[in-house]
């Protein structure tokens, strides 16, 4: 039985979903299977890139978030999935050792008119890196069953 419901989120709630690192192997491992490009998986090539080091990619960075949602929340709640992502903002970019610190907000709570017993949620993930950095912002979409409907 889910602990979470579309009633138990409101506007302006946060919800801090902890911690995670990457280090360089994951983010070669992640890049050489998803997203191939030099600066990702190759840090020669990295260093003489406007990044100048090994950077992961944002859809890896996007990827780690995620298992932080599921964990803190999402695998606990009555979830129906998400219509998907408004935006993604990938402001800094994350290097080998890096750890980020992740919360969402609550930006929107809205019952469903077509469908009775449920409700969507607007988010806001904010990751900030070790040094108070704004490294990725990303607001979504996710759709719950409301309690009474359970």
């Known amino acids: 039985m889910p602990r979470f419901y579309f009633e138990d989120f409101s506007v302006g ?3 801090p979903l902890g911690q995670v690192t990457l280090d360089s192997a994951a983010i070669i ?4 299977r998803y997203d191939p490009q030099s600066f990702h998986v190759d840090e020669q090539a990295a260093a003489s890139s406007p990044f100048g080091g090994l ?3 944002g859809w890896h960075t996007c990827a780690a978030i995620m298992r932080l949602m599921c964990d803190a929340y999402l695998l606990e709640s009555a979830s129906i999935g998400s219509p998907g992502v408004e935006d993604i903002r990938w402001k800094k970019p994350v290097r080998a050792g890096d750890t980020l610190t992740v919360q ?3 930006l929107e709570t809205r019952p ?6 449920q409700g969507s949620i607007l988010t806001k993930v904010t990751a900030v890196n ?3 950095e704004m490294a990725m912002t990303m607001e979504s979409w996710c759709m719950l069953a409301a309690r009474a409907a359970a």
Do not use: D, N, W
């Open 13 to 15: 709630q946060i919800l």
């Open 29 to 32: 491992e992640f890049a050489t």
């Open 55 to 57: 950077i992961a990619s």
């Open 104 to 106: 969402v907000e609550i």
């Open 112 to 117: 469903s008119r077509s469908k009775p017993g």
């Open 130 to 132: 070790q040094h108070g």
